[in-house]
């Protein structure tokens, strides 16, 4: 979501750029003046850095998920040859234990 802001705020600024804007750039204390073409470079770079960022968290989720499939699965198959153990152990025992 705050990724996904950023990249609303870069495309937006990249918009208001015009051929008259005044752009300065921050540097450490003090505000130094930058060319229009290298602003909007910079903004298109940095938009560009965070797609891709984006992408590769999809990517990172995506196996993610598919790893907890597999596991999920994995799980499945033991709880059910414990169950099918537990039960030939029963009947191997005379079935459950009764009172008297």
Known sequence: AVVQRRVRESS?????Y???????KLVG???VKQEVPEAVSTVKKR?????GELERCDKNITGSE????????ALAKIQQQYQAKMQAAAAAA???AQRS
């Open 12 to 16: 937006g600024i990249n918009a208001e």
């Open 18 to 24: 015009g051929d008259n804007s005044e752009v300065y």
């Open 29 to 31: 204390p003090l505000l």
């Open 47 to 51: 938009i560009n850095f965070i797609k």
């Open 66 to 73: 598919e790893k907890q499939a597999r596991s999920r699965e």
């Open 94 to 96: 005379g079935g459950p």
